[in-house]
């Protein structure tokens, strides 16, 4: 028996506009977040002479770009499969992620730069009342925008609203360490404070980012699925009465669409009817698991020997 058995659109529509419209969602809260908090800062960095200020404030400045960036690409990756690219632009995603990734490489060299700088000039920090204010402001802005980021990327996996995310638990930090800053170097009187917490947040920020550039990556390269999710997916197959062995999985994800084909060992004596039968039936059973998949599944007859494919039983 040969010939491919490809799952239709219709299951996926609403789980991909649902999905759309989170992560649409996610990105204009945080493009609205960043240019209230750009505003607060440029004030805030003017009045104090904070370099963990002004670290804060660049941060900020690229996670506004990055979450412009972010909305456009969000949108982009959610449009639906055309003729140009049947499979969807869920890839936009991994761009857009990688887009951020450099972004804050960028953010972090120069905040570095600059903590190395006032090191070595001996400057101080003033307005101890007003950079401690802005940078509370900050934080409780940025933690309930975190929320919802979490909350809308446990429901999509976005990878560009999770490298978003990344950027806000720095500005998070950013601003906590802006108040310490300035508390050590106007209270505690320790010299070297302000420039230190400076270049420790540039540390930060390029671990965020290159650890946020190998789940971008991954999608960008099809990679396969990790292995409980294979599992999880081979157990949903394996449910079916009818069934007598799974071979040659091929699994990836893109944008928030997952995507996987195998071939299905079935009874010689089946007709072509049967065997769609059968396959309808499986798949429904992987959509309750997987919601939105594209599946391609090939039926083989049981007992046949292929060329070519991997005939090892999953």
């Not at 639906?80 to 991994?94: M, S």
């Not at 919601?291 to 999953?314: F, V, Y």
């Amino acid at each position: 028996m040969s010939g491919f058995h490809h799952h239709g659109h219709d299951h996926k529509s609403d789980h991909a506009h649902e999905r759309a419209s989170l992560t649409g969602r996610a990105a204009l809260a945080s493009v609205s977040v960043a240019l209230f908090l750009v505003g607060l800062k440029v004030w805030a960095s003017w009045d104090t002479d904070s370099v963990a200020m002004l670290g804060s404030l660049a941060d900020t400045s690229l996670d506004l770009i990055a979450s412009l960036v972010t909305f456009f690409g969000v949108r982009y990756a959610a449009k639906p499969a055309d003729d140009d690219h049947r499979f969807g632009h869920g890839k936009a995603e991994g761009i857009v992620a990688l887009f951020q990734v450099i972004i804050i490489s960028v953010s972090a060299i120069g905040i570095a730069w600059r903590g190395i700088e006032r090191f070595f000039s001996g400057e101080r920090t003033q307005e101890l009342e007003l950079g401690v204010t802005v940078s509370g402001i900050a934080i409780a802005v940025t933690l309930a925008l975190l929320a919802y980021q979490r909350f809308v990327i446990r429901k999509t996996g976005s990878v560009a609203i999770q490298m978003d995310h990344v950027h806000y638990q720095t500005d998070l930090l950013l601003n906590g360490a802006v108040i310490a800053a300035l508390f050590l170097d106007q209270v505690a009187d320790v010299p070297f404070a302000d420039p230190l917490m400076g270049i420790a947040i540039a540390a930060w920020l390029l671990y965020g980012a290159w650890s946020g550039a190998s789940h971008a990556l991954d999608q960008l390269m099809d990679r396969e699925w990790d292995e409980e999710k294979r599992d999880r997916f081979l157990a949903m197959v394996k449910t079916h009465p009818e069934m007598q062995g799974v071979h040659a999985l091929r699994t990836r994800s893109s944008g928030g669409v997952d995507f996987a084909q195998f071939h299905l060992w079935l009874d010689p004596e089946m007709t072509i009817s049967e065997a769609h039968r059968v396959m309808d039936e499986i798949e429904a059973t992987i959509h309750k698991e997987f919601p939105g998949i594209d599946l391609l599944i090939h039926p083989d007859p049981k007992g046949l020997e292929e060329r070519g494919h991997d005939t090892t039983p999953l």
